[in-house]
């Protein structure tokens, strides 16, 4: 297998980041919506910055998102008082099964947290109690638990949830 690389989205990513969910979806059951329209789901508006990781294709994928109506934003300007527009979620992070153990989920984490910190962003993000492997890997990072909350989604459904900020100086 090839070396990984991290590079921002590119619309011709896009199809190959859509089957790459898709594969997630089914191994994981991550995420728990947007299978039905993949390529929407990885290019809703609000995206601020979006990576791909690249190994003999599309294998992974993470964005930055605007700070809307989260409820991980809500706990932290709580807790905090930052201000909105200084903050972005991290959202929309995946792995296929075949490229773990290479560090690309750490490796685009990385590169979020670097263009946040360039520009002045508080990252905050939630994950879904039961995606532990995703929840090892934030608190590895430096991740900070900040509350819970649930994840509403479908039809009324919801699901328990944790929120973190990233402690950026």
Known sequence: MADTSIRPIED??????AAAL???????GYPVEGVDDPEAW???PGVLKAWVAHRDGVVGHI???????????TLWQ???GEDESRI???????VVRSARKHAVGESLMRTAMDYAEENGLRLVLDVMDKDEAAIRLYERLGWQFIGGATHQ????????????VWPAS
């Open 22 to 28: 898709i594969d997630v979806h089914s191994t994981d």
């Open 78 to 80: 709580q807790q905090s």
């Open 12 to 17: 011709a990513d896009v199809p190959g980041a």
């Open 153 to 164: 989604f479908g039809d009324g459904q919801q699901i328990p949830a944790k929120c973190y």
């Open 42 to 44: 990885i290019t809703p």
């Open 88 to 94: 972005g979620v991290l959202a929309r992070l995946f």
């Open 63 to 73: 964005a930055i998102m605007k700070a809307e109506g989260e409820k991980a934003v």
